[in-house]
């Protein structure tokens, strides 16, 4: 079994950064997709981005595309997501998931993430 624990969170002004990091332990393996999904005020969880634990085949949502990365740190066992330029549209409860997933078109499909975090709250102000 797969957990991941989320943090780095928190306040930050309109074109601010943030910086957002997942702790996975258990049995995860290089072809485990971790994810990261963010539900904005009144709207459903949707993708943001997404990597194999290899550090492969990264994925972005439009939302996110040259603002965001996602990255692995072999070192610290994390998958992070460097958030630049933040707006107030990114402001939700980000989570992380991971899952074993074959196929790239199926990276933003929730129920294929059988592991998931608690979240942490972004806020970016205006």
């Known amino acids: 079994q797969v957990q991941v624990v989320e943090s780095g969170g928190g306040l930050v002004q309109a074109g601010g950064s943030l910086r957002l990091s997942c702790v996975a332990s258990?049995?995860?393996?290089?072809?485990?997709?971790v994810a990261w999904f963010r539900r904005a005020p009144g709207k459903e969880r949707e993708i943001v981005a997404a990597?194999?634990?290899?550090?492969?085949?990264?994925y972005y949502a439009e939302s996110g595309n040259g603002r965001f990365t996602i990255s692995r740190d072999s070192l610290r066992n994390t998958v992070d997501l460097q958030m630049n330029s933040l707006k107030p549209d990114d402001t939700g409860d980000y989570y992380c998931?991971?899952?074993?997933?074959?196929?790239?078109?199926?990276?933003?499909?929730?129920?294929?993430?059988?592991?998931w975090g608690q979240g942490t709250h972004v806020t970016v102000s205006s």
């Open positions: 990597v194999r634990w290899s550090g492969e085949d990264e």
């Open positions: 998931a991971a899952g074993l997933i074959v196929r790239k078109m199926h990276y933003p499909v929730r129920s294929m993430y059988t592991a």
């Open positions: 258990g049995r995860i393996f290089s072809s485990h997709v």
